[in-house]
């Protein structure tokens, strides 16, 4: 079985978004060289899997009923 992860926990996703705005950043006179790039990717993914945890946490204690584990497939 493949682990799977959200998107938001991918440093290619990140990368890309990067590789996409860093255009735009040196348009706006900040420049992003090939390193600085990839230790954004990397950080920008270990900060929203970390954010995606707390925010699943959080939607734990708030919610209001149980979770259904039954499998409804049938």
Known sequence: ???MKQWYQSKTVWGA????G???LR???LELGLAEQ???ADALATFA????GVLAIYGRIKATGPIDLRDRRN
């Open 1 to 3: 079985m493949l682990d």
């Open 22 to 24: 860093a255009p735009l």
């Open 38 to 40: 990839a230790d954004l």
């Open 49 to 52: 899997g970390a954010f995606g």
């Open 27 to 29: 348009y706006a006179g």
């Open 17 to 20: 978004l990067i590789a996409i």
